[in-house]
Nanobody
Framework: QVQLVEDGGDSVQSGGSLRLSCVAS??????MGWFRQAPGKEREGVAS???????HYAPSVNGRFTISQDTAKNTVYLQMDSLMPEDTAMYYC??????????????????????WGQGTQVTVST
């Protein structure tokens, strides 16, 4: 019954910005996160936000990406600035009913019961 719908992916030039959104249905907006997977690469955690509002970021995006939430709208956002070609990937919204495991450095880990969105493509050209 949980549904996550992402939007905002696009093709941009290096240095540009995008804002992704994720609307959650059948789920209270808490313990949300963003993950990405590039062709030929392993899926990696990008950012997470806990129920108390605390955020974590992967070292590769720290300082450039910002995760936020609007609990009234049951929506989570990922503001991406200073985009690089290395950021090109399919971005997935994720909901964790329990709590996020955080790797050293800050990246969230997807384990246990995780709900996933359909993904939205982000392409950054040189």
């Amino acid at each position: 019954q949980v549904q996550l719908v992402e939007d905002g992916g696009d093709s941009v030039q290096s240095g540009g910005s995008l804002r992704l959104s994720c609307v959650a249905s059948g789920y209270t907006s808490k313990n949300m996160g963003w993950f990405r997977q590039a062709p030929g690469k392993e899926r990696e955690g990008v950012a997470s936000i806990d129920s108390d509002g605390k955020t974590h970021y992967a070292p590769s995006v720290n300082g450039r990406f910002t995760i936020s939430q609007d609990t009234a709208k049951n929506t989570v956002y990922l503001q991406m600035d200073s985009l690089m070609p290395e950021d090109t990937a399919m971005y997935y919204c994720a909901a964790n009913p329990w709590a996020w495991l955080i790797k050293p450095g800050g990246a969230p880990v997807a384990s246990g019961r995780i709900y996933w969105g359909q993904g939205t493509q982000v392409t950054v050209s040189t």
